[in-house]
T-cell receptor, first 114, second 113 residues
Framework: DTEVTQTPKHLVMGMTNKKSLKCEQH?????MYWYKQKAKKPPELMFV???????INESVPSRFSPECPNSSLLNLHLHALQPEDSALYLC?????????????FGQGTRLTVV | AQSVTQPDIHITVSEGASLELRCNYS??????LFWYVQSPGQGLQLLLK??????LVQGIKGFEAEFKRSQSSFNLRKPSVHWSDAAEYFC???????????FGGGTRVLVKP
């Protein structure tokens, strides 16, 4: 199983809503990532979890709150978002050890903030 | 800091013709290099990777890439493109510690019949 599964595939939310994006992998990977991708742009790293601990936060606004409940799951909690936060949110996983940084990506959640 | 440049924003190629996508990187140590492909509205699929060893690497879908340290390049090639190769292609560099990828700006490939 080399899949990273993201739910939902599409999400429309208002600026006062609270929602969560979910990501799951069963490859035994111990590093998981959230990337944000605006239209016609490359993915930009938001957060990295290594062994279920937050290791990198790329100065992301606090309205985005990541959570890693266990080694297979990664959530991104959303609250009070702005229309400019509309984007494709990609989850990825990999082994965190030296020598193999191959990351597997999910299909993404297309988020629209209205 | 690591960085990746893909000089070509768009490339149009005829079906059956060869394709080469350019990638230049900047990194202080031995880089870990990747090519990903993304169809519209989809996630990223890994085409191939280079960690060490043979500088010509083979990937999926008939793609190959060559690592040239002297030119800081990792160009992607395919001898004969198919209409299904129309997509966005991203080159990326990763740290040896394995927990951060930096992507180039991407190259959009259009395939003419």
């Amino acid at each position: 199983d080399t899949e990273v599964t993201q739910t939902p595939k599409h999400l429309v939310m208002g600026m006062t809503n609270k929602k969560s994006l979910k990501c799951e992998q069963h490859m035994g990977h111990r590093a998981m990532y959230w990337y944000k991708q605006k239209a016609k742009k490359p993915p930009e790293l938001m957060f990295v979890y290594s062994y279920e601990k937050l290791s990198i936060n790329e100065s992301v606004p606090s309205r985005f709150s990541p959570e890693c409940p266990n080694s297979s799951l990664l959530n991104l909690h959303l609250h009070a978002l702005q229309p400019e936060d509309s984007a494709l949110y990609l989850c990825a996983s990999s082994q965190p050890t030296t020598g193999n940084t191959e990351a597997f990506f999910g299909q993404g959640t297309r988020l629209t903030v209205v | 800091a690591q960085s990746v440049t893909q000089p070509d924003i768009h490339i149009t190629v005829s079906e059956g013709a060869s394709l080469e996508l350019r990638c230049n990187y900047s990194y202080g140590a031995t880089p870990y290099l990747f090519w990903y492909v993304q169809s519209p509205g989809q996630g990223l699929q890994l085409l191939l990777k280079y960690f060490s060893g043979d500088t010509l690497v083979q990937g999926i879908k008939g793609f190959e890439a060559e690592f040239k340290r002297s030119q800081s390049s990792f160009n992607l090639r395919k001898p004969s493109v198919h209409w299904s190769d129309a997509a966005e292609y991203f080159c990326a560099v990763g740290r040896a510690a394995g927990n951060k990828l930096t992507f180039g700006g991407g190259t959009r490939v259009l395939v003419k019949p």
